[in-house]
């Protein structure tokens, strides 16, 4: 059974960088697309960054020149880097990937950013 792990949130300043990665463990088809999604308080989750099999790489408005997406095979993992961090950008970050008519969730991981 294949499972998403995400692992690196944590409370950073204003101005400053976290790196989440999200681990697929068992056995996953290469030609997924896989990403990052936000929920904070109050809010419906919303997409922050997807990448696809053929590394193309997809952002939303209010992360792109800030957050990078990128995969490595060999790991079967995704990295989110996080720059220039907000206060706006706090929330639970959960790891997607979808494949072959699955749609898998990790458990999600926090991040608070303080002003």
């Known amino acids: 059974q294949v499972q998403l792990v995400e692992s690196g949130g944590g409370l950073v300043q204003a101005g400053g960088s976290l790196r989440l990665s999200c681990a697929a463990s068992?056995?996953?088809?290469?030609?997924?697309?896989m990403g990052w999604y936000r929920q904070a308080p109050g809010k419906q989750r919303e997409l922050v960054a997807t990448i696809s099999s053929g590394r193309s790489t997809n952002y939303a408005d209010s992360v792109r020149g800030r957050f990078t997406i990128s995969r490595d095979y060999a790991k079967n993992t995704i990295y989110l880097q996080m720059n220039s961090l907000k206060p706006e950008d706090t929330a639970v970050y959960y790891c997607?990937?979808?494949?072959?008519?699955?749609?898998?969730w990790g458990q999600g991981t926090q991040v608070t950013v303080s002003s």
């Open positions: 068992g056995s996953i088809d290469r030609s997924n697309t």
């Open positions: 997607r990937a979808v494949w072959n008519g699955h749609d898998l």
